[in-house]
């Protein structure tokens, strides 16, 4: 299956305005994210996909880079406008702001597109600050590792231990947070947002709750690992020192 990772990137950001550029220990942002995905094995190629001139001429120093129009309501959005250009099977959607996301879980979401059309990724919650944050997306999953739902309360609700604290109930059962990472078939995407906005996905503003009320699957790997996004200015110096040790 020939697959290749997408990385959409806008310069517009309400809380750290072009953020794809900021310098992190003297590399823009986009290109530690790129550079990452490139070590996955499932991928033949990656693409930053923006709708600003200043991203695309960084970026076609490390990738390819690919202008899309500025009025697409999502990311997915403006990856299915690249993979409507590109000859592939498959797309794995990566977030532009994980500069350490681990090459590992691209090739997991990408491997999942083997058996299903949509694929995403999840990790155990181990943060007890994290169970009641709705903007930490919880995921329930079947016996055969498909998305249930997603969703920003805390789900599944335990009844016998709803009073209980947060490390109590994390004890009690093995809470999955989802991680912002998407692989497709590359029909199923083009499919996927040629679909309106959904009523689950409009009420939990989550778009993969789209693909689940049109009837499309979502595989989800269980990863051992957790994402280290760069939010806001603040996170720069705390990724900084992370690599540092690396």
């Given at each position: ?20 550029l ?6 823009p ?58 000859t ?25 597109l ?41 789900i ?6 709803a ?13 999955l ?18 679909f309106?906005?959904?009523?689950l ?30 939010d ?15």
């Amino acid at each position: 299956m020939n697959t290749i990772g997408i990385v959409p990137a806008r310069y517009a950001s309400t809380r750290f305005p072009g953020k794809p550029l900021a310098l992190i220990a003297g590399k823009p942002l986009i290109q530690h994210v790129v550079e990452q995905c490139q070590k996955a094995r499932s991928l033949s190629e990656v693409i930053v996909a923006t709708d600003d001139t200043r991203i695309w001429e960084v970026a076609q120093n490390f990738c390819r880079a690919e202008m899309t129009r500025p009025d697409h309501r999502s990311g997915s959005d403006r990856i299915a406008e690249v993979a409507g250009r590109c000859t592939c099977d498959a797309v794995v959607n990566i977030q532009g702001d994980e500069p350490l996301i681990d090459p590992a879980v691209i090739d997991a979401v990408a491997g999942a597109l083997a058996r299903d059309e949509m694929s995403t990724a999840a990790t155990r919650i181990k943060n007890p600050e994290e169970l009641d944050n709705p903007n930490v997306v919880k995921v329930v999953v079947n016996a055969a590792g498909r998305a249930l739902y997603f969703s920003r309360r805390t789900i599944p609700h335990l009844r016998e231990a709803a009073s209980r604290s947060a490390s109590e109930r994390l004890a009690a059962f093995s809470f999955l947070k989802h991680l912002g990472i998407y692989g497709y078939r590359r029909e199923t995407l083009l499919r996927l947002v040629k679909f309106p906005v959904s009523p689950l996905e409009n009420a939990e503003k989550l778009e993969q709750l789209r693909a689940l009320e049109n009837g499309i699957q979502i595989a989800v790997v269980k990863v051992d690992y957790d994402s280290v996004g760069v939010d806001g200015p603040k996170d720069v110096a705390r990724v900084e020192q992370i690599l540092r040790k690396l």
